[in-house]
């Protein structure tokens, strides 16, 4: 049995460690070598500060471990990688499974496809339909509101049209008030003046001799003899009616007597008094 030399194996070891050192160097402290995964950088791996400070002593089998290594590394029947990862490759399902745990969404089973996003998405098409709907409703409802708004000012508009259309009928009733006051006043005045011109003639009368004013009578309007003769103080009219004609004086007394049963009948004399007070003619004084 030959002895093993101490130099060749010291020189393996160092070899595998500065390749180890390397290694570590390129994937920033790690000595797998196998693609990163979300799951590895999770879990990092701390690099050794033994190993960064240097110096470190390796027993026997942890020297033909690292021979090994170092003979997987460098064969030329193997990649460098494929080389590696032989010894390692009890690593390579927990790095597949973490990648498969973090494609995966929490709570989700490959299983049971019905409960993945993309079935719960296929099944929304009643909800967006529901959507869509009341989209509608709120978009019918706005232009309701819209067009109930232009009505509202449409109302508001013609109200005000109206209130200024009402002022303005009262401000013409107002004028209108006004004017039939004064109007009525000056009728008064011109009955009151024509009262007293019919009562000045009325006077006339009853200071004329009864032969002269019986002789004016015979020849009158009925109607303003009428009136006259109402008006006259009957102590006066009494020679005045002996004096006339006595079919004059028939028709003068029926018309006097009728008219004091029947008081419109005064009026209608007195009315058309007024209006006749033009035909009486002109008497001079003797």
Known sequence: MKSIRLLPVVLVAASALFVLKGIGLVTQGGYLLVGSSPAKAQAQPVADPAIEQGGVELSASEAAAAARAAEALFADDRGGNQGAAEPLGNDVPVATQSEQET????????????????????????????????????????????????????????????????????????????LESRVQALVDQRNAQGDEQ????????????????????????????LRLAINMNPRKMSPIMADMQTERAQELTVRMATARTEPDQIELASNTGEQDNSDLPQIVGQ
Do not use: C, H
């Open 198 to 225: 019919f009562l000045a003639l009325v006077s006339m009368y009853e200071n004329m001799k009864s032969a002269d004013a019986a002789a004016v009578f015979n020849t009158l309007n009925m109607e303003v003899l």
């Open 103 to 178: 494609q995966e969404p929490d709570g989700v089973s490959q299983e049971n496809p019905a409960s993945e996003p993309g079935a719960q998405e296929a099944e929304l098409p009643e909800g967006d339909s529901f959507s869509a709907t009341e989209r509608a409703v709120l978009q019918r409802l706005r232009e309701r509101r819209i067009a109930l708004d232009t009505r509202e000012r449409e109302v508001e508009l013609r109200m005000a049209l109206v209130e200024a259309a009402e002022a303005r009928l009262n401000e013409r009733i107002a004028s209108l008030e006004q």
